[in-house]
DNA sequence: GTGAGTTTGTTGTTTGAATTGACAATTTAC
DNA sequence: GTAAATTGTCAATTCAAACAACAAACTCAC
């Protein structure tokens, strides 16, 4: 065999094992998606038997992710099928390490965040500091935990270059980190499995997962933040690259300007749409989201709404630039670029559609995100749940909190 | 249910004729990109049982698609390994409706070219024309082909951008061609499966399964033709979009300037990174791909070296840009594209490095095309092949020629 | 209220793809 | 020539999904 043409994981084979493994994973994925379904819509769904959902259902039961309930109401003609839920006695930790804290959360497999504790990062925040603020952070919710709740793991949302596979925060602008094992360093610490990526691909997932975009499977997300970041979706599954960098939508070149974004590009689509030069024609020192929202939807000053049609019409150019990439079905827009969509919807999609094709304008929407205070805590809670639906039957090695809980 | 959100068909589960139709998959595919293999190393690739392989190998005999031999020279100790080898006796037919001409060739599992036959095209070439031109080149080799050669199907490259799913070609600007049902008339005319796409995005498959970039699963490829083309494989999978348009690289916006590419948008990648330009500083009246490159690398005029530099620079932003966006492993540089690369290749790969991500670009490495003549030759067969190779038991209803073949 | 019709859950049986174990075949190494 | 190593083959086993038959629980028409 030519040894410069390896074989990859993809070209493994399957068996027995494998097949009930994926339709196991398939349940839950839709479980997670739905929240709560009937036997009945599992079986629809899937195209399995009735048999084989009871039995997968039973299995995923046993390793305690579902729970069944009788359904309430009526339902039509015939014996009423069985609802299968989501177990709320399974959590994930989500860590967002941001610029000025650090906030941990407590997703459920449905989603939503049941605790959520924050603490303000001190200056010149080190690796090592913010392991450590993200570790106590852990401990504290996790010792408020119902006895008998079962932790899948920690997913990380940083605000730079992750190597997802390896955990390592390959360079972070904000906190000037290169090289950080961030993954490896709370794993040690709070012996859970951890998983990092990039904060705009995590809350491209939330969006998917919770949000505007859950009636998509191509997805783009632009999303404003300090800089701006992105996030892809392609058929349903996330774009991570070669090395888990891709994605870095903000970073594209769309103008001949020498002007520097915050990694020192220039003429790139986030070194002309910035949010600290909306806060100085608003005259804001400091804003947040809502706040920023407001000033600019209120505003009177002609600089100011001069200043926003110029930041538009380079986010038309990087909108148009992306559909014509990806043709995909939705393009969202977070943070303060849903802002300035609102801001003039009109003169946004005309900049769009005067620089993308015809045909790949033609079937693709525009849209805001919907998720905001909570949007990092879902996508980085997405991680470890990822994980968990594509091995379901991995959750018998988790960690289960002390105690006992009422069976 | 929300019947808002509709469960896909990536929800589906599966059953044991999926988990045997999976693992034919696997073998067929292995055996299409290394051409031969032993039973021994199917077995350790797929990580399958010996038996299991046995058996798989036994069924795509039957089916026609492999067969076996015995191996020849030493292979270290112990029982010499079957080999197992694609069939010669099961093709592809591909077609490259081009501006000038229209060539079709036929092409087997292992991406060799057997036939090949050119005919030009008619000024103003109807759709209705272009699929009569094809399916008379078709029948034409399909008179030549051995008798008991089975037929999988038709790939067709458009240079235009294809509504894959339906095989309508939604806009070429070389023809003027709107909304054409290029693959449901000539699936009518020939009787045989065919798929269509854009024929950048086929030369990127054609170079993953045979060319510069069969190491690789997560390419970025540009082509130079009349105008740039792109096409994308992430993890493997070729980028296709919601609607089949994606990887329209070509039409990115890098600069302000408000030169039109042959689709009329203004600052892109194809409006500054041109041929005729190239053609035009160089004094040529029309080349193919070799004189082009050779006047390329041969020239003193120093209005065409500085052409090539300005050109150079564009397209070292066009390349950063992507790199930035999907983190490939490999940037493949094809058509005249490859000759400006051999031109200068250090200043465009300081432009590339100057506009991305110190991160993303130091696992990529930029390199040409190899494939030349029959570039899309493999690339359109690709398609069918493809779908063979997903669905290996499908060609029990695949035609066979007139005929018996010696069996 | 009753029975027909409909849909879902359950139980026991069947099917078939992959695996296992035992043994034969064929090579290299000494 | 014999031992060690690797591969092929056959019979038996395993087990996830499907199937068939029946029971359960609902709606609807009367």
């Given amino acids: 065999m030519q ?25 839950v994925g839709l479980l997670h998606r739905f929240g709560t379904l009937s036997r009945a819509q599992l079986t629809s769904s899937t195209g399995l038997n009735r048999t084989t959902i009871s039995n997968l259902v039973a299995e995923l039961k046993a390793l305690g992710i579902v729970f069944e309930s009788q359904s309430v109401g009526t339902t039509g003609v015939g014996r009423p099928s069985v609802m299968v839920s989501m177990s709320g006695d399974v959590v994930a930790f989500a860590v967002n390490t941001a610029f000025d804290a650090t906030t941990v959360g407590v997703v459920n497999l449905l989603g939503q965040v049941l605790m959520k504790a924050r603490r303000p990062n001190p200056a010149n925040l080190s690796p090592v500091m913010a392991v450590q603020i993200a570790n106590d952070l852990i401990i504290h919710l996790r010792a408020k935990l119902a006895p008998g709740t079962r932790i899948i793991g920690v997913g990380v949302a940083i605000p730079g270059q992750v190597k997802v596979a390896e955990g390592i925060v390959r360079f972070a602008p904000a906190f000037k980190w290169i090289n950080a094992p961030f993954g490896p360093m709370l794993n040690k610490l709070s012996n859970l499995p951890v998983f990092i990526d990039n904060d705009a691909s995590l809350g491209c997932l939330a969006e998917r997962t919770m949000g505007s975009a859950r009636k998509y499977k191509d997805i783009v997300y632009l999303f404003g933040g300090t800089g701006v970041g992105g996030g892809v979706v392609i058929d349903g599954k996330q774009l991570r690259g070669a090395t888990g960098y891709a994605s870095e939508l903000g970073h594209v070149r769309i103008s001949d300007s020498d002007v520097e974004d915050h ?33 600019i939807l209120s505003t009177e000053s002609q600089e100011a709404r001069s200043e926003f049609h110029t930041q538009i019409d380079a986010l038309g150019v990087g909108v148009a630039n992306l559909v014509n990439i990806f043709n995909p079905q939705v393009v969202i827009l977070s943070g303060f670029l849903a802002s300035l969509f609102k801001f003039d919807q009109e003169r946004l999609l005309a900049g769009f559609q005067m620089h993308s094709l015809v045909a790949s304008q033609e079937e693709v929407v525009v849209i805001p995100g919907r ?37």
């Fill in 3 to 27: 040894n410069s043409l390896l074989p990859t994981e993809s070209d493994r084979g399957r068996n027995r094992e494998d097949l009930r493994e994926h339709n196991l994973s398939t349940v």
């Fill in 371 to 407: 998720l905001n205070a909570n949007l990092l805590m879902i996508g980085a809670s997405e991680l470890p749940i990822q994980a968990l639906i594509e091995a379901p039957s991995s959750i018998s090695h988790m960690p289960l909190t002390k105690g006992r809980k009422k069976s």
């Fill in 263 to 295: 990694s020192g590009l220039v003429g790139t689509l986030e070194s002309a749409v910035r949010r600290d030069n909306l806060l100085k024609v608003l005259g804001l020192k400091a804003a947040n989201e809502d706040e920023l929202e407001a000033a």
